[in-house]
């Protein structure tokens, strides 16, 4: 069974750069099949997704974020990791990781499986 | 503001049937797959139905999903006070992923 683990800092202070990462367990990172993703809800809010990187190291990243975020991998700890810099009160949100697998074999083209989410407060 | 949109709440009775629409247009719903999710909050969302139709194994039939157009649905039939949740659609827009705002669930 897959899972998805989010862990990092749960406090941020502005300006500052937030960092967290996915552990991946029951399945490679390595495969071609999967996008590895970061997600985030702001409270009370919908789902705004932040962007993904594929196992070759390629990202796609929202176009509202792409200035500010970098999303790496590493295979060796099965791993993928998101930096966001410059961070603001708005960025105060549950912290999404999660899979999305381009293959026929699976689920395809949508989000199969999902981190529990962690709350990161950016506050001084 | 999203774009694809869903209704912030729909409601019914146990028991009934009720649905979810996600309207968007043709760089998203209308050229790419959608998939629905149910969330609880403070647990991850589960995946409900992918390519705009299929279930997921494990999914009761008393979820489905269908696409015209722009827009999508989420047809749930026997509510049941378990299903009470906020629902979402998900789909693809020039490469990246784009969500609904959600719909909360009340099962009356």
């Known amino acids: 069974q897959v899972q998805l683990q989010e862990s990092g800092p749960g406090l941020v202070k502005p300006s500052q750069t937030l960092s967290l990462t996915c552990t991946v367990s029951g399945g490679s990172i390595s495969s071609s099949a999967y996008y590895w993703n970061w997600i985030r809800q702001h409270p009370g809010k919908g789902l705004e997704w932040i962007g993904y990187i594929y196992y070759g190291g390629s990202t796609y990243y929202n176009p509202s974020l792409k200035s500010r975020v970098a999303i790496s991998l590493d295979t060796s700890k099965n791993q993928f990791s998101l930096k966001l810099s410059s961070v603001t009160a708005a960025d105060t949100a549950i912290y999404y990781c999660?899979?999305?697998?381009?293959?026929?074999?699976?689920?395809?083209?949508?989000?199969?499986?999902w981190g529990q989410g962690t709350l990161v407060t950016v506050s001084s | 503001q999203s774009v694809v949109t869903q209704p912030p709440s729909v409601s019914a009775a146990p028991g009934q049937k009720v649905t979810i629409s996600c309207s968007g247009s043709?760089?998203?719903?209308?050229?790419?797959?959608v998939s629905w999710y149910q969330h609880f909050p403070g647990t991850a969302p589960k995946l409900l139905i992918y390519?705009?139709?299929k279930r997921p194994s494990g999914i009761p039939d008393r979820f489905s999903g269908s696409k015209s157009g722009t827009s999508a649905t989420l047809g749930i039939t026997g509510l049941q006070t378990g299903d009470e949740a906020d629902y979402f659609c998900a789909t693809w827009d020039s490469s990246h992923k784009v969500f609904g705002g959600g719909t909360k669930l009340t099962v009356l």
């Open positions: 043709s760089s998203n719903i209308g050229n790419n797959y």
């Open positions: 390519e705009n139709e």
């Open positions: 999660a899979r999305i697998c381009s293959s026929t074999s699976c689920y395809r083209w949508a989000i199969d499986y």
